[in-house]
Structure formats: C-alpha cells, structure tokens
C-alpha cells in the first residue's frame, strides 16, 4: 500500500512538472514576449460593398472610388495593393479578356484560379517595377477584374490572405 501510495505521489508530481509551461525570461529576469509567428497575416476588419466584402490585413484600408472601383492599399503609403473594378459587360469573355492583358503587358501564359467558386483567368507581369496579376472573370453579366499589385514577402502574404477572404455577391 505504501507503494502504491508513493508511486502515485511520484506521478502527481512528475506530471504537474511536465505540464508547467517553461517561462523564457530576458537577461534581466523579465519574462520575454511572446514569440510570433514569422508570416503571419493579421486580419483586422471586415470590408463590405455591394458588390463583394472581404476581410482586411491590419495596416490596410479599403476605399470605395467615384468610378466604382474599391481599392485596398497600405495605410502608411501610396502603391500596391487590390483594385477591384465590376463593369457590366453585354459579350467577351475573361479568355479574350486575358489574351487581352497579355499583349499590352506581355504578361505570363494564361492561368486558370477559382476564388470562392468563381473561375478566374490570370496572367501576371510586371509595370513600372512592381509585379501585377490580374485576375479576370465574368458573372452575371458583369466583368469582374481584381488586380493585385505588389511585391515583397509581407505585401505579397497580406494580399494573398485578403484574396483567399474575398466573398462575390
């Protein structure tokens, strides 16, 4: 009995060490912040139009412009970022749409991408130093393009995150 009493105590023990979380402490005996995770996106708010609403990168803004198109760019400075445009299209089709992009930029072959059940066609080139890839689709009569406009790790992480959100109504 005493034994098992002690073999029993020996395991409370053991197991209450091993499930205490190890504290990291700075030199000065602080307790260390948190480590995060290296390309992780934080999402900040949700963004919604007529059209479509996605969710937002913290550090972005959405805004809705005269002509109709909803551009989502940096908060801290001008450039790149997610420009979308719906036009009401009587014909074509996002193939010659693309072949379309594809001449005037000399864009990359023609790709297929699915955005929340919606086919797109892409091509992707770079403008004035910045790499482009726009996205072209047509729903319900309209002509959907979404050009995302950027480069480097953190641009290119939070407008594939800000893509992968986007729900089309």
């Not at 060490?17 to 996106?41: H, R």
């Not at 482009?132 to 729903?139: C, F, H």
């Amino acid at each position: 009995m005493k034994k098992s009493l002690i073999a029993c105590l020996c395991l409370v023990f053991v197991l209450a060490a091993c499930a205490k979380k190890a504290e990291k402490k700075t030199a000065s005996g602080a307790p260390a912040e948190p480590v995060k995770k290296k390309n992780a996106v934080v999402m900040a708010g949700e963004y919604i139009c007529p059209d479509f609403n996605l969710t937002i990168a913290a550090g972005w803004a959405a805004t809705l412009e005269t002509d109709g198109k909803v551009d989502v760019l940096p908060t801290d400075e001008e450039g790149p970022g997610l420009h979308f445009l719906f036009e009401n299209a009587a014909g074509g089709t996002a193939d010659e749409a693309i072949n379309a992009v594809i001449a005037a930029e000399k864009g990359s072959p023609m790709k297929t991408a699915v955005l929340n059940g919606i086919e797109f066609k892409t091509t992707s080139f770079s403008k004035q130093g910045t790499k482009q890839t726009v996205y072209i689709a047509y729903r319900d009569g309209r002509k959907i393009t979404i050009t995302a406009a950027g480069k480097g790790g953190k641009i290119e992480r939070d407008l594939a995150a800000m893509l992968s959100t986007v729900q089309f109504r």
